[in-house]
């Protein structure tokens, strides 16, 4: 299903981004790894294999990261078949915690980040008929008293989700 398609997985140094890497390159897919740590990053293009991948390194709080974490697929790959907008910050907080700084930064990087990188991405996936696939959150629909940014993040990207 996935042979010689070319996809960005964002947030896939660690965690659930990882595995959505292995199994796409598995399917025979090639996939700009996508983080903020370097090192993993370099580890599991090593096991994944470099002819089958390509590391970007990024940090999507800065709007101009968007563009570049697309632009360095095209480079990698010469064309865009998938985007899947993995990455994302779990802050825990209340409300009598909240505080802008924290708040901004995990609305950068949970919401506005995947607008940005879909919005760059759309071109590259009109020419080849791809899709974007966001990660979401049950705390999306109903937060937790414990995660109130985390859960409004994920809730502004099902709003983008749904249009």
């Known amino acids: 299903k996935l042979k010689d398609k070319a996809i960005i997985v964002t947030g896939s140094t660690m965690g659930i981004g990882k595995a959505i890497a292995q199994r796409a390159i598995a399917e025979g897919a090639r996939v700009l790894i996508h983080g903020l740590e370097k090192d993993e990053g370099q580890a599991l293009r090593k096991q994944l294999g470099h002819e089958h991948t390509a590391l970007h390194i990024d940090d999507l709080a800065d709007p101009e990261a968007a563009p570049r974490t697309i632009q360095a697929a095209i480079d990698a790959f010469g064309k865009l078949d998938a985007l899947v907008n993995n990455a994302g910050m ?54 937790e008293e414990n995660l109130l940014p985390y859960s409004m993040s994920k809730g502004a990207l099902m709003t983008m989700t749904a249009t």
């Open 90 to 143: 779990v802050v825990t907080g209340r409300l009598e915690d909240a505080n802008a700084g924290a708040f901004d930064r995990v609305m950068a990087v949970n919401a506005r980040a995947p607008l940005l990188l879909t919005k760059a991405a759309y071109p590259h996936l009109k020419e080849t008929g791809g899709c974007v696939l966001n990660i979401g959150s049950v705390n999306a629909h109903c937060g």
